[in-house]
């Protein structure tokens, strides 16, 4: 890339999905948040950042189930004996504590918008009904229970500590000097030195494969595992569905496709900058992409200027 990156400038699967769904939201979330907005209110700042960490239902159940099994997996990996019931039971304490740490807003009261949880139905309302927490946590022990009745963890458990390759890691690999971020829910290499990659997938339907994120998958698996790409394997795994696993096409075209779109992706967003050679945002250079349905689940409506709810 002929362009200079600017320094602290990384890429992930996660900050494209956001830049191309409302750049205001992406400029509240990457730079007010961060304290990179140039010209920005201190307070408002402050603000960003707190509603910057929130989280909503869906998400939630989804990461209390994604704990579970990453509690469950890096038990089997220390060699100890795993109690599905125990980090069933250890999951459900942790729901009730961050019902009761969004309700009453410890996160805001006690300023640690790091441990303490901020749910947006909290914030903004609708608050769901009683009867809508209890489906939530019957939802997360669903899935879990299903993850534990499907063979990831007797295949696990019959590993060498070596052949796990990664639990849940948050690593990156480095593309035209920017650092793409991967988070990976499990990763291993089997007797015949395949290695396979998993990702849970906790949403009600199969979603389009995500092209990039998958690439960033196989291309961080090549550069650290010293695989090559037939002998890899990726597999979404949906733990609502009858027929959970999905298995993703990795190839050369993909491969390179995908990584045309990271560039262009990286180009628009340090495009963006008003200066790209420094990792510093003006609001009005990211513009706002206000939709009723959009906007309603958008974190960053508080301070959002340019927000269109109807409801
Ligand atoms: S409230 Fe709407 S317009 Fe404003 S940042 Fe969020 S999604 Fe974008």
């Known amino acids: 890339m002929s362009e200079q990156v600017p320094r602290g ?102 300023r640690d918008y790091r441990t303490l949880v901020r749910f947006h139905e909290h914030e903004y309302g609708p608050v769901p009904e009683p009867s809508a927490w209890k489906a939530a946590a019957d939802d997360a022990v669903e899935m879990f229970h299903r993850w534990g009745q499907l063979s990831y963890l007797p295949d696990v458990q019959s590993l060498d500590a070596g052949q796990i390759l990664g639990i849940e890691d948050l690593d990156s690999w480095e593309f035209h000097g920017v650092p793409v971020w991967v988070k990976i829910d499990l990763a291993y290499r089997d007797a015949e030195g395949s290695v396979h990659i998993l990702d849970w997938k906790t949403g009600r339907r199969v979603t389009p494969e995500n092209p990039t994120q998958m690439t960033g998958y196989a291309i961080y698996a090549q550069r650290n595992w010293n695989v090559e790409l037939e002998a890899l394997r990726v597999r979404e795994v949906y733990l609502r569905l009858e027929n959970p696993e999905k298995v993703c096409e990795v190839s050369e075209e993909t491969l390179a496709l995908a990584q045309d779109k990271i560039l262009e992706s990286i180009r628009s967003m340090i495009g963006a900058l008003e200066n790209p050679a420094v990792n510093v945002a003006v609001e009005q250079d990211f513009p706002a992409a206000p939709a009723d349905w959009r906007c309603s689940r958008c974190f960053f409506r508080g301070i959002c200027e340019e927000k269109v709810i109807n409801a």
């Open 9 to 110: 400038f990384s890429w992930s699967a996660s900050r494209h999905g956001m830049f191309e769904d409302c750049p205001r939201a992406y400029f509240f979330h990457y730079y007010l948040a961060l304290g990179k907005a140039r010209g920005a209110d201190r307070a408002r700042g402050f603000e960003a950042k707190r509603l910057r960490s929130m989280t909503s239902v869906p998400m939630w159940i989804g990461s209390c189930v994604h704990d579970a099994i990453e509690s469950a997996l890096k038990a089997v990996r220390a060699g100890e004996i795993v109690d599905l019931d125990r980090v069933r039971e250890q999951m459900l304490e942790r729901m009730r504590g961050d019902y009761v740490a969004s309700r009453d807003d410890l996160a805001k009261q006690r």
